[in-house]
């Protein structure tokens, strides 16, 4: 006789379909009638499998009193229950669909709630969840709702038979995993909970259910036409425009277009028997024509950014002001894109959008990327049983969100492979919104698509396609191109974007990109900081390729946000400063320049000596101008001078205050002198020291003790830098890999072999071959050392020796200060620049402390140097090159840089170690996309590069 027994799981957890009992997918809508927010403190219980407690819970009177409270929205495992689990593609589950782990946290919520004084007792009313990852069964007053899965998609059901003016309880199952979970393998944190809002809403006789807004705009007439179909009829009226029709009855109207960069909104009202529901309406139309993607007749250039959801301390369960703060920060920075990656945000986002002005690209609620471990075998986007979940998911999306202006593509979902699911979604949404291109990345042939889009593709390929050389199918051929992914911002970097964007210009059918990511998916820890993958002892994860974002987890922006939005200014200046002209070119697609004022100023060794406003007309998008700087006065002999000259906003906007800068450029006028040598005065031996002018050195190696007063770790060649996580490169690109490169040749351990002290008649040479143990290559190296009263001087020279296979990391010395503070620099700044990620350095006087010099990468890397400096003080030491150099200052040692996992393993040491670079490697993309671009790589080559050392407050000799 065999035994069997049921299954732990419930059924429909494992079940494809999307649920069972919820109400057709509408539109989202604020509108006159009641509603209650079901938002706040519930009670919470968490089991461990699915099927370990039975629903008794959910039954009237069940007594909740010892269990835990949790916050709705939010994420129990933040909550103190259970823990996060992050993994990119990888399913932290074994890959058997549609079957789950039996091990399936699951938590039992329960919240009482009355109808507040005033709930109309006639009518229905609906319960709404925003998003509850990943499976809900729901009950209220003990009477079973159903069950839904689509963790990032609305969920509606009929409740009003049910409620009750007191004592109501509504009690929700959630599961972590389930069939969904197949559907929702995104690059992010797996974080279970009910994490958007629960709404009560009444729903009046007569109310309005579902509408379409239809508002398109014909820039050859400047007209626009709206037509809003309702399942229940009603009037619309928009009293600016002076529009008052039925529903489904077009109007024609003067309008003004909604556009990114003019979000011009208008106020109506649909009305019908029962409720008034609050319309903004932009008028825009979207259309594929001449092989481009226009808005308004125009072709978009996308200067985008995806964004996931995120807040550092709630997951992905924000409020409306974090969405804001994303907002305005893109808006500040240029940004005038978004790709809802990997899935439609909280239905707020979408509002700001429109207020504030940015294009949309809304993403579906789905990706299956963890089958292309098995060669995308039994993936639910080709298997016919699962195309009712796809299309429930493509049309809570459209439905939701189809009337937003600001959203102009749909996107199927992301790394979902191929096959007739997506497919379907496809024909579904081009039949239920023909305004709108389908966007999806992984369909190469763009069978179901209106874009051609890629992630990642190197700079030379993205201008082949440019140039309608990449081939493809026909269909694909005649599509505009945008690389949906690009620019991966993990820890320093991305580097190579202002390739990107130069070619991106240079194309029209190449329509802009969309930089990865936008947030650092950190967690904050009290131990460590921001936690990342393995964090929280994941058995299976990736590590920090969560933290990839332009800003840090707390919103802070990061080098890469700077550089991205110089990259991207709407504005171009360029000139030559001598010739008393300045070149400025209106960039924007749409709007004129009125809402700019230009400054001009002038510095003179980096400090500003004059400044005035430069009038410039109000240009049409793509108009240029040449605008005359005034006269320059002379300036002293030698100095080096420039004009800078910016673009400012005029009036405070919704998102910046008047004088927020928007672009900016300097033209040099006149170059600098390099500093004057430093020699003269002969060496001296003096027993154990060799005294040089202000110097002294040990007489046996060579190594400089002090200047002056000040004592110094004697510098010596370094070329190492602490791997920056593009350095480090992704696991599949094993050949490309630098950082783990550099480390197998040993440029993290040279060994400096001491060949000569030579004391001279008017130098101290130091004669050193450096290199790494096990390999024949190395660098001869000389440190010639000159003084003349006050100044020191060293020049060093490097002569690479045996065949260099690799480019170095940097290439220049290290010393040590005992003790420095305050920074006062003269070059690029105020943040950080590498070769390739240096368009925003500004050149100037710059003052900061050795703290605020560090960027803090949530995993620890080099960071922190600033280009062109021609002098810098610090420690009581002013240091001036020739020629320019790049200079970094931290209190602890590449090696301690290159150790430490989180920012919390760094603890400032006693000297404060500076790096005088003459070279740095580029930093690229490689952390996911292409490496660092030829013309950015630092080849071991003959290179000779010098210093003079002046200590501060001591006169000339
Ligand atoms: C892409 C993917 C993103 C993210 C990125 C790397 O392939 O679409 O979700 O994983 O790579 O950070």
Redesign the pocket.
Known sequence: MSLRTTTPSAGYVEDVAPGRGVLPPRARYASDAARLSLNGDWRFRLSPAAGAEDDSFAAPGYDAGAWATVAVPGHWVLQGHGAPVYT??LYPFPVDPPRVPTENPTGDHLRPFDLPDGWPDTGDAVLRFDGVESCARVWLNGTELGEFKGSRLPHEFAVGHLLRPAGNVLAVRVHQWSAGSYLED??QWWLPGIFRDVTLLHRPADGVRDFFVHASYDHRTGEGTLRVDSDVPGRVTVPELSVDVATGEPVTVAVEPWTAETPRLYDGVLATGGERVALRVGFRTVALEDGLIKVNGRPVLFKGV?RHEWHPGRGRALDVETMRADVLLMKRHNVNAVRT??YPPHPAFLDLCDAYGLWVVDECDL?T?GFVGQSWRDNPCDDDRWTPALLDRAARMVERDKNHPSVVIWSLG??AGTGRGLTAMAEWIHGRDASRPVHY?GDAGCRDTDVYAR??APHAEVERIGRGLDGGTRRRRRLPFILC?YG?A?GNGPGGLADYQRIFEAYDRLQGGFV??WIDHGIRHPELGYAYGGDFGEELHDGN?VC?GLVFPDRTPSPGLTEYKKVIEPVRIEGDGTAGTVRVTNAHDFADLSALAFEWSRQVDGETAESGPLPVPPLAPGESADVKLPAPPDAPAGAETQWTVRAVLAEDTPWGERGHPVAWAQLPVARRRPPAPAAGEPPAVDGPLVRLGPAVFDARTGALRGVGGVEVTSPRLDVWRAPTDNDNGAPWQPDARLGPRWRKLGLHRMRHRLDAVEVGADALAVRTRVAPAGAEVGLRTVYRWTADGARLRLSVSVTPEGDWPLPLPRLGVRFGLAAADRVTWFGGGPGEAYPDTRSASMLGRWHATVDALQTPYVRPQENGARADVRWVELGGLRVEGDPEFWFTARRWTTEQLDAAGHLTDLVPGETVWVNLDHGQMGIGSQ??GPGVLPQYHLHARPATFSFVFTELGAGPA
């Open positions: 990119n593609h995104q690059d995806n990656s990997h990706e990327h992301n790394e990345e992630m990642y992914e991966h993990m990865w990511e390729f990839d952390s996911c």
